[in-house]
């Protein structure tokens, strides 16, 4: 038998944590002030901080927010990131 899947919050923090560390500084430093401020609260580790806050959210605001962050940060990655063949 399969082990159950960690809760949603903590998959989708998990997500986010790898996109936003796709992102190299000083870019990745306004990203975590961004998503600071956006959170409402300091975000220092970003699996279970991440995931606390989406917890929190629940529902759809989980899902909103999880796609906004996701879409900033493959924004900030596409313009500063580390990957080759960025603009």
């Known amino acids: 038998m399969a082990a159950p899947l960690p809760p949603l919050a903590?998959?989708?923090a998990a997500e986010l944590?790898?996109?936003?560390?796709?992102v190299k500084e000083p870019y990745r430093s306004n990203?975590?002030?961004?998503l600071n401020g956006l959170?409402?609260?300091e975000i220092v580790n970003l699996n279970g901080?991440?995931?606390s806050w989406l917890d929190e959210l629940g529902g759809a605001l989980m899902i909103d927010q999880y796609e906004l962050?996701?879409?900033v940060c493959q924004e900030a990655e596409q313009y500063f990131g580390t990957r080759r063949g960025r603009r």
């Not at 944590?17 to 796709?22: C, G, L, P, R, Y």
Request: aromatic letters at 4%; a negative charge; charged letters at 30%.
């Open 69 to 71: 962050i996701r879409i």
């Open 17 to 22: 944590a790898v996109e936003i560390d796709q």
């Open 31 to 34: 990203l975590l002030a961004w």
């Open 10 to 12: 903590e998959r989708l």
């Open 39 to 41: 959170a409402g609260r």
């Open 49 to 51: 901080d991440l995931a």
